[in-house]
């Protein structure tokens, strides 16, 4: 039997404090009512700090998660609308403010296709919990047994007695006279009337019409705009600027020097970056003054050539490798990549004597606020952080440096600050995801199968940043998906190097696994062709996951896997089973005479368990392929005199409307507990594309941006 919410000790109580909280704590800020605000009138049934019924019937939900576009958001409520038998629009969402406890012991971070896996389990017991409560308050009013009683529309209904209802606002009084139920039973699948079923977006409405506000979005009364300059080169210090100059500049208010920043506030943004270009900020470059993209990748190549700290050891590696038939090796490189969101970093935040508050959309609003708390010497409950949407993140709001950063100016101004990034600022101050170097060998029997697998990683360690002393060597999410693939060997040895640079380095729609796919999915390829197999063939008969397994056949016969193509045009696949889902694309590749690389078609094969809503399933597929696609074919960013080159879309390319694949999604319905969507659709694309291009044109590119490594191949 699945697991109860552990009752937090926020209850009922913590609701009503939680809420009245969140309405004052919104008050002179913008928030994202997706429904009607809380009606007037009798008490809500609190069933967690974050869910309860309303008097009118309806159910108010405090977003656990963070919705930076992927649909939480509208999955989550259709999960507790299920459960309380009421229509998904019939759910008023609000965007609470950071608040640990209330939310414990949900972990309010956002980011590792983890919020449908995380939330699966307890918003399904909290609903239930709600309906029993519900169910029996009709019960003792009826003086009947609750079973045979059903929740319909926002009441309780006797189907055995001529269909009689008596509305949730009728039973709200009856319902919190008695213990809330904390074991009872979520519906069974044949009873689901939601999940499972296309359900158009919630929040699409108010971001079309532009209503929803995003944290860029945010005023507060009396609040001025600024911008920022920070070193060029990594690690650089502020030497000199004009702060006259600046200040002379119509609607600039205040220049603020920090030893490695630059702060100019304004009336508005415009006057605030000129305001910046009149300061003329010189920078003392330092140490890194000279590094360059060159020196930071052959450190990299030097580490991989030697095994690292061991992640993974299976066996005789080196008697399985001298028993091979033949052996197959190669080496993977994949780049610095920039997050460049759409909507650009911004923060909102007021200090005063009393304490501070700061307005962001966050992927971790509990660490924003720490980290507020920290850089201005607080305790956390002397900081309130309000979250809002978020115009993209893909890691890039799980750092929490736009927030210090606005924090720092807000302690130094008597007013409500609000903090914008250029393009170019957040571009080139941005925590990269790291470049790494994949060195992998493979001994294969006369069959073709794998009987040793050596995987070296090398590049930079996220984890090791996070954990401070705690770090023991090896980047578990470095070395994700490389320690268990989905091709068995008798003998077995994954290995990371931690190599540092100047650059910052911090996740990207996930890390290790989205990266070694690329890797293994690449080499899998590698493997089948030297084996002299079809890839699909080659596959399949190593391949015993019996959930890959389908997916794989799936993705393959709908894209007509093993039709001849037209010359220059080839078909690739790749598949994994990671962040407990397993999906398979068939990507069309179509090389021209000008080696320009397009990708017409992808065809996707997923299971994902229970796809909560197939439609924001196939939407994360649609969108999740484009955008990776986007890196895997032009993306990169570089280091050249120890700062990031690129800039703007101009020189961070993103793939043109008219260069969007068709993507044909197959989703492929489980009775498995729900798996993550963030990534998989992302890690996937790159691997297939690149087997494609061999399928298309007999050159093997073991680099990303592929087009550049094609041109140079």
């Known amino acids: 039997m699945e697991q109860g919410l552990k009752a937090p000790s926020a209850s009922r109580r913590g609701f009503l404090a939680g809420s009245a909280a969140l309405a004052s704590g919104l008050a002179g800020a913008l928030v994202v009512p997706l429904g009607a605000a809380c009606a007037a009138g009798p008490a809500p049934l609190s069933i967690t700090g974050f869910l309860a019924v309303l008097p009118d019937g309806a159910v108010s939900l405090a977003l656990p998660k963070t919705e930076m576009g992927q649909g939480i958001l509208t999955a989550i409520t259709m999960i507790v609308a299920e459960e309380l038998g009421v229509a998904p629009t019939a759910v008023h969402v609000a965007i609470p403010e950071a608040d640990p406890a209330r939310f414990a012991p949900i972990d309010t ?69 008695a213990p809330l139920p904390t074991d009872a039973v979520p519906l ?203 115009g993209g993140g893909f890691g890039r709001r799980l750092e929490t440096d736009m927030v210090e950063r606005t924090v720092q100016l807000a302690a130094k101004v008597a007013y409500p600050v609000k903090l914008v990034w250029t393009r170019e600022e957040d571009i080139q101050h941005d925590v990269v995801r790291p470049a790494y170097v994949d060195r ?32 023991g060597g090896v980047d578990d999410d470095a070395v994700d998906g490389a320690i268990a693939p989905l091709y068995p060997a008798s003998a077995r040895l994954v290995t990371f190097r931690q ?76 598949v994994l089973h990671i962040w407990d889902t397993c999906l398979a694309a068939v990507a069309h590749v179509k090389v021209g005479a000008d080696k320009q690389i397009s990708v017409p078609q992808v065809t996707v094969a997923v299971d994902c368990g229970v796809p909560v809503n197939p439609l924001g399933v196939r939407a994360q597929v649609e969108g999740g392929v484009t955008f990776a696609l986007s890196a895997a074919l032009y993306g990169g960013v570089t280091l050249d005199k120890g700062r990031i080159e690129q800039s703007n879309f101009h020189d961070v390319r993103a793939l043109r409307m008219n260069e969007a694949p068709r993507v044909a999604v197959h989703v492929m319905p489980t009775d498995n507990a729900p798996g993550g969507m963030g990534e998989p659709p992302a890690a996937i694309i790159g691997p297939a594309v690149a087997n494609a291009l061999f399928a298309a044109t007999g050159k093997r590119v073991r680099s990303i941006p592929l087009q550049a490594g094609f041109e140079a191949a």
């Open 188 to 390: 069974a699948p044949a009873d689901w009337k939601i999940i499972g079923k296309d359900t158009p977006r919630l929040d699409s409405a108010a971001k079309v019409r532009g209503k929803a506000a995003f944290g860029i979005d945010v005023q507060v009364p009396g609040m001025k705009i600024a911008t920022l300059a920070q070193s060029p080169v990594f690690g650089g210090r502020l030497a000199r600027h004009d702060a006259a100059a600046a200040k002379a500049v119509a609607g600039v208010v205040d220049v603020i020097a920090l030893p490695d920043c630059l702060f100019v506030t304004a009336s508005n943004l415009w006057s605030a970056k000129q305001g910046l270009a009149a300061a003329a900020p010189v920078w003392d470059e330092g140490a890194n003054a000279t590094v360059g993209q060159a020196q930071v990748i052959a450190a990299i190549e030097q580490a991989v050539r030697a095994p690292g700290v061991t992640a993974k050891a299976q066996g005789d590696l080196a008697a399985a490798r001298a028993g091979a038939a033949r052996v197959v090796e190669a080496t993977y490189h994949q780049p610095f990549l920039a997050h460049a969101t759409m909507e650009p970093g911004s923060c909102t935040a007021h200090v005063t004597a009393q304490g501070a508050q700061v307005w962001a959309g966050s992927q971790v609003p509990t660490d924003a606020r720490a980290a507020a708390a920290r850089v201005l010497g607080l305790a956390p409950e002397k900081v309130r952080f309000h979250n809002f949407l978020m």
């Open 499 to 574: 190599v540092e640079s100047c650059m910052p380095t911090g996740w990207w729609r996930g890390v290790g696994g989205l990266r070694n796919t690329f890797v293994i999915e690449s080499f899998a390829d590698e493997l089948a062709h030297a084996a002299g197999q079809d890839p699909l063939a080659w596959r399949l008969a190593q391949i015993t996951d019996p959930r890959a397994r389908a997916v794989l056949q799936k993705a393959a016969a709908q894209a007509g896997w093993g039709k001849a193509m037209p010359q220059g045009e080839g078909l690739g696949l790749a």
């Open 440 to 471: 992998i060998a493979a001994g294969l029997d006369k069959t073709g199968a794998p009987v040793s697998w050596e995987h070296r990683i090398a590049g930079s360690s996220i984890m090791a940043r996070l954990m401070g002393d705690k770090f």
């Open 109 to 177: 971070g956002t980011g590792g296709s983890t919020s449908i896996r995380e939330l699966w389990k307890p918003l399904r017991q909290a609903g239930a919990n709600a309906r029993a409560a519900l169910i029996g308050a009709a019960a003792r009013t009826w003086k009947v047994a609750p079973a045979g009683l059903v929740l319909d529309d926002g009441a309780v209904v006797d189907p055995a007695r001529g269909g009689r209802r008596l509305a949730y606002g009728a039973l709200l009084a009856q319902a919190m006279a």
